[in-house]
C-alpha cells in the first residue's frame, strides 16, 4: 500500500545549487516525514510535518505541506556533495504504519 | 549510544536454508517493523510490532515469520527461503506507533538466496 511517491525519481545538480524534490500522496495523514538513505545503508529521518503545519525548517532544509493538493516538497539548500542520498517521504494516516515512496535519487556535483 | 542493530550483515544462503536475521533496539521502543527494499519497489514492510506478544502483517509478509517475545528483540525468520526474498532488508523501531514519531533504522542485511 503505497500511499508517497516523490518526484522526480532521480534529479542531478551542481554544488551550491537548489534541489527540490516532492511528494504526492493519495488519503488524509496525520503527519509527513522525509528521510534520507546513503547508498545501501538504513534511512535516516530528516522532518517531520503535521498536518496541521505548513512549512517546516531544519537547517538546510525546508519542507512544505499542501493538504488540499495532498503534496509536499523538501528543498535542500546550497546543496554540497555529502547531500548526494535518495530522498524518502512517508506518510501516517491515523493508527497505522508509515508508509514510504519510492525516493528520490539525488546527486549532487562537486 | 542509542541505535538499532541487525545481524548478520550480508548473507549467502541457498534455497530452504532455514535462517533467521535478528533486530534489537536499545531505545525501549514499544513499535518494531521489518522490510524489504527492492530496486524500482521502494521499501515495503513485511510485519511490524505494536508491542511484546503483538505482531502483524504488513504489505508482503508472504514466506515470513516474526515473533517478540521481548522487547528490545524483533527477529526475521525465513523458514524455507526461495530467490525472490534475494533482498536488503532493514528493521526498524520507534518509541510507539503513534502519528509523530519518527522511525530509527537499522543499517540492513543484505540476504542472497540461491
Known amino acids: 500500500s503505497q500511499q508517497g511517491e516523490e518526484d522526480p525519481q532521480a534529479l542531478s545538480i551542481q554544488e551550491g545549487e537548489n534541489a527540490t524534490m516532492n511528494c504526492s500522496y493519495k488519503?488524509?495523514?496525520?503527519?509527513l516525514q522525509w528521510y534520507r538513505q546513503n547508498s545501501g545503508r538504513g534511512l535516516v529521518h530528516l522532518i517531520l510535518?503535521?498536518?496541521?503545519?505548513r512549512e517546516k525548517h531544519s537547517g538546510r532544509l525546508r519542507v512544505t505541506l499542501d493538504t488540499s493538493k495532498k503534496s509536499s516538497s523538501l528543498l535542500i539548500t546550497a546543496s554540497r556533495a555529502a547531500d548526494t542520498a535518495s530522498y524518502f517521504c512517508?506518510?501516517?494516516?491515523?493508527?497505522?504504519?508509515?508508509?514510504f515512496g519510492k525516493g528520490t535519487r539525488l546527486s549532487v556535483i562537486a | 549510544e542509542a541505535q538499532v542493530t541487525q545481524n548478520p550483515r550480508y548473507l549467502i544462503t541457498v534455497t530452504g536454508k532455514k535462517l533467521t536475521v535478528t533486530c534489537s533496539q536499545n531505545?525501549?521502543?514499544?513499535?518494531m517493523s521489518w522490510y524489504r527494499q527492492d530496486p524500482g519497489l521502494g521499501l515495503r514492510q513485511i510485519y511490524y510490532?505494536?508491542?511484546?506478544?503483538?505482531?502483524d502483517k504488513g504489505d508482503v509478509p508472504e514466506g515470513y515469520k516474526v515473533s517478540r517475545k521481548e522487547k528490545r528483540n524483533f527477529p526475521l525468520i525465513l523458514e524455507s527461503p526461495s530467490p525472490n526474498q534475494t533482498s536488503l532488508y532493514f528493521c526498524?523501531?520507534?518509541?510507539?506507533?503513534?502519528?509523530?514519531?519518527?522511525?530509527?533504522f537499522g543499517p540492513g542485511t543484505r540476504l542472497t538466496v540461491l
Open positions: 526498524a523501531s520507534s518509541y510507539r506507533l503513534a502519528p509523530y514519531n519518527e522511525q530509527f
Open positions: 488519503t488524509s495523514i496525520n503527519n
Open positions: 510535518i503535521r498536518s496541521n503545519e
Open positions: 512517508a506518510t501516517n494516516s491515523g493508527n497505522t504504519p508509515l508508509v
Open positions: 531505545m525501549n521502543h514499544e513499535y
Open positions: 510490532s505494536m508491542n511484546v506478544e503483538v505482531t
